[in-house]
């Protein structure tokens, strides 16, 4: 029993070796779109979920700044117990990332329409600085 386990063990870590640690955006945009396309959920669906997902950051930050109590604290140490906040609230912003990505993907909008509005988005933001003269163009 024991060596069958360890047997187990030895091809679970293998199994984790070979895969992937990590994605980036456009793999994880193109899983996105397959494993939303398998789900075949209803837009509105997946806009609620955002409303919900951006709803857990605004509680995360809240707990961060101290408006709010700790749901569940991890430490008595205060900047222990932060840094475990914001850990969250970064897992809260990847939620809301793939829900925005799943969005993209029921709507139909293609990676080049959305690479160009990145740009567009981001440039509008840039040229937002430049007239509040936080940055030079
Ligand atoms: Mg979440």
Known sequence: ??????????????TMKEKKETYTFVEAFNKV??????ENTSMSDYVIKMQEEVGEIA???L????YKPMKNPVS???????NHEKEHLAEEAVDSIIVG???????????QKIEELLKQKIDKWVSK?????????
Do not use: P
């Not at 779109?33 to 398998?38: G, N, P, Q, V």
């Not at 990505?101 to 990676?111: C, K, P, R, V």
């Open 59 to 61: 509680e995360s930050h």
């Open 63 to 66: 707990m961060i700044t101290g």
């Open 129 to 137: 600085l430049v007239v509040k003269k936080k940055i030079k163009k």
């Open 101 to 111: 990505m799943a969005i993209l993907s029921a709507n139909g909008t293609s990676q």
């Open 76 to 82: 008595k140490n205060k900047a222990t117990q932060i």
């Open 33 to 38: 779109d397959e494993l939303r396309a398998i």
């Open 1 to 14: 029993m024991v060596r069958k386990n360890r047997q187990n063990n030895r091809a679970f870590k293998n």
